[in-house]
Antibody
Framework: QVQLQESGPGLVKPSQTLSLTCTVS??????????WSWIRQPPGKGLEWIGY???????YYNPSLKSRLTISVDTSKSQFSLKLSSVTAADTAVYYC?????????????WGQGTLVTVSS | DIVMTQSPDSLAVSLGERATINCKSS????????????LAWYQHKPGQPPKLLIY???TRESGVPDRFSGSGSGTDFTLTISGLQAEDVAVYYC?????????FGQGTKLEIK
């Protein structure tokens, strides 16, 4: 059974960089059959897709975040990471990592529990 | 971007009754080469991650009860919950994966009347 777990600071100061890591267990990370994605949900609002990465390092980003966003992968640790620079209060959200299967419907079929990141001084 | 608009924003349904949630996309999510609608539905309960219910507009994910069904094509879609149960209280989202810039609807909050 695939499991994803987000980790990282829960509080980030404005103008700094938000950094999160997602650790994947259950054996599918290096199979080449999935993309690995980040999604966020600001308090009281809906879901926003951030971007995703393939195990080879190929990335796809939400254009609205692209200038501030870096998603990277560490296949040796079955992890992928998110870095969002120059954060403001608008980046306060629950951040989820999720799996996207490539060979069927490219939807989010497994999710981490999510981690709340607050941007505040 | 493809804008996804759900209706209603919230609804209250009696236990055992039918709940219907609508989703409209700003452009068609039907891919003509394979005749598939690139539309999914998720259930989101407080304190939990969203759960995939339906993809290809009408295919239930493994393990999802058959009281959940999806229908529609092109730009107009419906999620139907037949025989509402207490555990179905949640926010429901539609999502298009027609293009790489994935977008979600704003969500529909389902409560028990």
């Amino acid at each position: 059974q695939v499991q994803l777990q987000e980790s990282g600071p829960g509080l980030v100061k404005p103008s700094q960089t938000l950094s999160l890591t997602c650790t994947v267990s259950g054996g599918s990370f290096n199979s080449g059959h999935h993309y690995w994605s980040w999604i966020r949900q600001p308090p009281g609002k809906g879901l926003e897709w951030i971007g995703y990465i393939y195990y080879s390092g190929t990335t796809y980003y939400n254009p609205s975040l692209k200038s501030r966003l870096t998603i990277s992968v560490d296949t040796s640790k079955s992890q992928f990471s998110l870095k969002l620079s120059s954060v403001t209060a608008a980046d306060t959200a629950v951040y989820y990592c999720a799996r996207v299967p490539m060979n069927t419907a490219m939807v989010f079929d497994y999710w981490g529990q999510g981690t709340l990141v607050t941007v505040s001084s | 971007d493809i804008v996804m608009t759900q209706s209603p924003d919230s609804l209250a349904v009696s236990l055992g009754e039918r709940a219907t949630i609508n989703c409209k996309s700003s452009q068609s999510v039907l891919y003509s080469s394979n005749n598939k609608n690139y539309l999914a539905w998720y259930q989101h309960k407080p304190g939990q991650p969203p759960k995939l219910l339906i993809y290809w507009a009408s295919t239930r994910e493994s393990g999802v009860p058959d009281r959940f069904s999806g229908s529609g094509s092109g730009t107009d879609f419906t999620l139907t919950i037949s025989g509402l149960q207490a555990e179905d209280v949640a926010v429901y989202y539609c999502q298009q994966y027609y293009n790489t810039m994935y977008t979600f609807g704003q969500g529909t909050k389902l409560e028990i009347k």
